[in-house]
């Protein structure tokens, strides 16, 4: 079975600091992606990242980067820069195009990120 | 600003109430999806649309309709419904059949669910 895992249930970091939420997944499969959305208090899942398995590069959007280890089956989201718009739950997701029937995000329980002055 | 719009964005219904929730989105994708979602977890896919048909129920009670109109409307029908079905209940699409293939979901604000 295909899992996610993010093993910190709670963060808290300093404004204008680094930040590295961690995400573990598992999975048999070689072609699949891997997501970070964020859902600030104001409740609207937003995309952060987006990451394609078979891409080596690490994705970066701003002030935001990932560490794709793929043997590893890690994938960790830093946030440079931190700034209270940052303050939020971050979830850290999976899919595979070749899960057949089970053609679903896989969802991890969530880091609550909390950015403070 | 999101392109994902739901209405209304809180309601309050008794057990023997029906009432529906809405969804629109003028991005031109094919997919939709309801979720549900309790507070500080991650969100429960529910149900599937792919090309205005329904493709995956993931085996919700059948006091959850769900109903495509078009290509740019999801709607969720609500009737006898249990104090445990308070939620969020969240409405996104995405670009091809479904999110296999990658495509980004794209998510509503959420419609605040109340059961008393």
């Known amino acids: 079975a295909q899992t996610v895992t993010q093993s910190q249930p709670e963060m808290s970091v300093q404004e204008a600091e680094t930040v590295t939420l961690s995400c573990t997944y598992d999975?048999?499969?070689?072609?699949?992606?891997l997501f970070w959305y964020k859902q600030p208090p104001s409740r609207q899942m937003i995309l952060v990242i987006r990451q394609e398995a078979y891409k080596q590069q690490n994705a970066t959007e701003n002030r935001f980067s990932v560490n794709f280890q793929k043997a590893a089956k890690s994938f960790s989201l830093k946030i440079s820069d931190s700034q209270l718009g940052d303050t939020a739950m971050y979830f850290c997701?999976?899919?595979?195009?070749?899960?057949?029937?089970?053609?679903?995000?896989?969802w991890g329980l969530g880091t609550s990120l909390a950015v403070n002055p | 600003d999101t392109e994902v719009t739901q209405t209304p964005k809180h309601l309050v219904m008794g057990m023997t109430n029906k009432k529906s929730l809405k969804c629109e989105q003028h991005?031109?994708?094919?997919?939709m999806y309801w979720y549900k979602q309790k507070a500080k977890k991650p969100p429960e896919l529910m149900f599937v649309y792919s090309y205005e048909k329904l493709s995956i129920n993931e085996s919700v009670p059948s006091r959850f309709s769900p109903e495509c109109p078009n290509s740019s409307l999801l709607n969720l029908h609500l009737h006898a419904l249990q104090p445990e079905d308070s939620a969020l209940y969240l409405c996104?699409?995405?670009?091809?059949?479904?999110?296999?293939?990658?495509?980004?979901?794209?998510f509503g604000e959420g419609s605040w669910l109340t059961v008393v």
């Open positions: 997701a999976f899919i595979s195009p070749n899960a057949g029937n089970n053609r679903k995000l896989i």
């Open positions: 991005m031109g994708h094919r997919a």
């Open positions: 999975t048999s499969e070689s072609n699949y992606y």
């Open positions: 996104a699409s995405s670009q091809g059949a479904d999110s296999g293939s990658g495509n980004t979901i794209y």
